[in-house]
């Protein structure tokens, strides 16, 4: 078994090993793996923060020996927290990071860095707080960045900048948690979950008091949320059908 972490900010993820394949999903910097296949220009990963898998260009990620990855999977995350960020390497050149990336591995990148980071897990109430450092962030499929991010991507990196572990897709969220009956139930963090008309989550977004959630639907927005699902008021319509709620926390 092989094992890397990503050295650079924003590395694609695809589906299939091509540059043409979809997005599936993004690894920031600092994200470590296991490399599954090798072929002579792009790997099969494992994330080691949730399983997910995909395909990444081999000119994007650094090989670590096994005991490495098995300390970043052992040590609690510690996550950069501004927008953007640098790190610097031996040369004095500097990286973008976004918000969110990994910073357990710097030793091992031999990146330096003087910025804000966290390390620690918050309160629940701490949640909403956290995702209104994406608002307004433009909707990408794969996206896990306020440059761009999914609907499952945002819930997942609001979770784990307050120090606690979500599934990357919204179906695979869906298994997590205590199911509650009602809204009148559920708090603020709590995830509501979506299915399209074959009866599949397609969908989650974050709980908000007073009847609000803030999801990621063309950019990462505010709307009202009823029985019914998801209210758009600027478009005077539902937009998602609500399935279940879940109390993660």
Same mark, same amino acid.
């Given at each position: ?16 090993? &091509? ?12 994200? +470590?793996?296991?490399?599954?296949? %090798?072929? !002579? ?7 080691? $923060?949730? !399983? ?13 020996? !096994?005991?490495? +990855? ?15 960020? $640098? ?13 969110? /990336? ?6 091992? *990148? ?11 897990? +918050? ?8 995702? $209104?450092? +994406? ?16 609907? &499952?991507?945002?819930?997942?990196? *609001? ?5 606690? %572990?979500?599934?990357?897709?919204? &179906? ?8 509650? /009956?009602?809204?009148?139930? &559920? ?6 979950? $979506? ?24 950019? *990462? ?6 029985? /019914? ?11 998602? %059908?609500?399935? *279940? ?5």
């Amino acid at each position: 078994m092989q094992y890397g972490i990503c050295n650079l900010s924003i590395v694609p993820l695809r589906l299939e090993p &091509s540059d043409t394949s979809e997005l599936v999903s993004q690894v920031l910097y600092g994200d +470590y793996f296991k490399v599954l296949e %090798k072929r !002579k220009s792009w790997s099969k990963i494992r994330f080691g $923060f949730d !399983k997910y898998e995909g395909w990444i260009d081999n000119k994007q990620y650094l090989e670590i020996v !096994k005991e490495d +990855y098995d300390r970043l999977k052992n040590e609690t995350p510690k996550l950069s927290t501004d927008l953007v960020e $640098f790190v610097q390497d031996q040369d004095k050149q500097l990286y973008p990071i976004p918000l969110g /990336s990994a910073l357990n591995g710097l030793d091992i *990148v031999k990146h330096t860095f003087d910025g804000n980071f966290i390390q620690e897990q +918050y309160t629940k109430d701490h949640l909403v707080k956290t995702a $209104f450092l +994406y608002l307004n962030a433009p909707y990408l499929w794969g996206g896990k960045t306020p440059f761009g991010i999914d609907c &499952s991507g945002f819930t997942q990196m *609001v979770y784990k900048l307050n120090g606690y %572990k979500l599934l990357r897709d919204a &179906s695979q969220q869906a298994t997590q948690g205590e199911a509650l /009956s009602f809204i009148e139930e &559920s708090d603020p963090g709590d995830l509501a979950f $979506f299915d399209n008309n074959e009866g599949q989550i397609v969908h989650v977004g974050i709980i908000m008091k007073d009847n609000f959630i803030i999801h990621a639907h063309g950019k *990462v927005r505010i709307d009202r949320l009823d029985h /019914s699902g998801i209210y758009n008021v600027e478009r005077g319509m539902h937009t998602h %059908k609500l399935r *279940v709620i879940k109390k993660i926390l």
